[in-house]
């Protein structure tokens, strides 16, 4: 074989929570300009990212999340399937990961933006996780459904309006929407709206253990924890999301709780700590053995 690789390997982590073995499956990334991150300068968000090692560049690492517990397989999000250009890796990672699509039992959706439900379909519209029951928010499941939501001021949501009404389509049949609580046994729906209307986390309990997985809380996590105002384009309600991530961080901090993320640097998973007047991150480090 000749030549150099061009793409990162199939990449996945697995760490356990209490009974339960929860996995990151990344599905790869998103290049963007500053020009999506509002409320902080370019160079003091250049400045945050080299100060945590990483290139001065709006980079989002885009994951899924899997949670087996010996007796239900569940998926959260399931990356772009490539409909922006640099993802797509989730089935390969689910291959590495040794899971079938035909055996996840429930998709949970944080939300219906396109980097978290693309990987549901797949290239020829069929579904890609055929036994798969789909949960989401009602209000998700409402905002993208109601054409009055979408006049001139959000021409720009089009496309991922379309990608969206397809996929409730092709589930339909399977599509259960909720306002909150436990929506299978040890995992809780927590509504996080802003971002989008009916943005969602799940807690995941386990012997005592517990993680919040928070979706976009932060899409620039180097960023918007220590600078929690700073909120992006694709925000459908911005002081909300950002009202939102304001909360969710003071109670992370305060529960020293264990965080995962969908555009978390690897292996994805973190806690928070307060840091002067704002917050700081604590990225978990990777491990080389599940216990
Ligand atoms: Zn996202």
Redesign the pocket.
């Given at each position: 074989m000749t030549g150099i690789p061009m793409q990162q390997a199939p990449t996945v982590y697995r760490r356990k929570l209490g009974d339960t073995v929860i996995t990151l499956l990344n599905d790869g990334f998103?290049d963007y300009s500053f020009d999506i991150v509002h409320h902080i300068t370019r160079p003091e968000a250049e400045h945050l990212l080299r100060a945590a090692g990483l290139p001065p560049i709006a980079r989002?690492p885009?994951h899924a999340f899997l949670i087996q517990d010996g007796r239900h397989t569940t998926l959260v999000d399931s990356g772009d399937a490539n409909c922006m250009g640099t993802g797509g890796y989730l089935l390969s990672a689910l291959r590495v990961a040794g899971v079938a699509p035909a055996e996840i039992d429930t998709v949970l959706v944080t939300?219906a933006?396109t980097?978290?439900i693309g990987g549901l379909l797949a290239p020829d519209g069929a579904r890609v996780f055929p036994r798969a029951e789909v949960v989401l928010h009602e209000e998700e499941f409402r905002f993208w459904s109601d054409d009055a939501n979408f006049g001139p001021e959000r021409q720009r949501m089009l496309p991922v309006r379309a990608l969206a009404l397809r996929v409730f389509e092709i589930y339909r049949s399977s599509l259960r929407t909720v306002t909150g609580g436990e929506v299978l046994p040890g995992i809780v729906l927590e509504p996080l709206p802003g971002?989008t209307p009916g943005h969602s986390g799940y807690r995941v309990t386990s012997k005592g253990e517990s993680v919040l997985i928070w979706?976009?809380i932060v899409?620039l996590a180097d960023i918007q924890i220590p600078r929690p105002e700073a909120t992006l384009v694709?925000d459908v309600d911005a002081p909300l999301a950002e009202a939102t991530r304001r909360r969710v961080l003071e109670r992370a901090a305060s529960e020293n709780l264990l965080i995962a993320g969908?555009?978390l640097q690897f292996p994805g998973f973190l806690r928070i700590v307060r840091d002067d007047s704002s917050f700081a991150l604590r990225p978990e480090r990777w491990s080389p053995a599940l216990d």
């Open positions: 998103e989002m885009v939300h933006h980097d978290h971002h979706g976009d899409h694709f969908m555009h």
